[in-house]
């Protein structure tokens, strides 16, 4: 979504990344995995983190994307484990935030517990966002809105800094389904795809 909530901003004044090691992750590895001890919040320097859980019958759910400014695993200073993994979109830069340092803000400072709240709550909102795009039905109308929530501009433009199996996987939907909706808009005029990035029709509003 593009409504970013700026996790990073907020963490860093709960508990000051200063003393943070950082980390370099290489595409397609793991900042950590499923089941991994918890130590550690983490803010994302540069780059794309995308989270996703793998439930019991062996099938993956994707969570959450994180990208520059964003903060990751907050859930986790209340567990004892990682509840998914955390795997690097692209090359990426962390910052690791120790649990302890976290927990003692919050439990001392009365301004760290209310940005924590406001970063929750803006958490809160944006899987609300996501939730109500996979109840639509359709699947053209599903992409539309999607592109709709990440364009900027007039007409609205969409950068492609992701592949369309990871959007898919966003929004409840095979790859395949996926093509096929931006097949059907394309010819219906709702959007014009480039190299680059998706243009969506101007309505003039």
Not at 140 to 156: C, D, I, N, S, T
Request: hydrophobic fraction near 45%; charge should be positive.
């Amino acid at each position: 979504m593009t409504n970013r909530h700026r996790g990073g901003t907020g963490l860093a004044g709960i508990a000051s990344p200063a003393a943070a090691p950082a980390r370099r992750i290489g595409a397609g590895a793991a900042v950590f995995r499923q089941g991994d001890p918890a130590t550690a919040v983490y803010i994302v320097e540069s780059g794309r983190i995308r989270l996703v859980r793998h439930l019991a019958d062996g099938s993956l759910v994707s969570l959450h994307t994180a990208r520059e400014g964003d903060a990751f695993a907050e859930a986790s200073l209340w567990s004892e484990v990682y509840h998914c993994d955390a795997v690097a979109e692209v090359p990426s830069r962390v910052l690791a935030l120790p649990k302890p340092d976290l927990l003692r803000s919050l439990e001392t400072d009365q301004a760290a517990c209310l940005a924590f709240a406001r970063l929750m709550a803006e958490q809160v909102r944006e899987l609300r966002a996501r939730l109500e795009l996979r109840n639509i039905r359709s699947a053209p109308e599903r992409v539309l809105a999607w592109l709709r929530v990440q364009a900027a501009g007039v007409p609205g433009v969409v950068p492609l800094d992701r592949t369309w199996s990871a959007v898919a996987e966003d929004l409840g939907l095979t790859k395949e389904a996926v093509y096929r909706a931006l097949a059907a808009l394309e010819r219906a005029g709702e959007i014009r795809r480039e190299a680059k990035r998706v243009v969506l029709r101007d309505t003039g509003i």
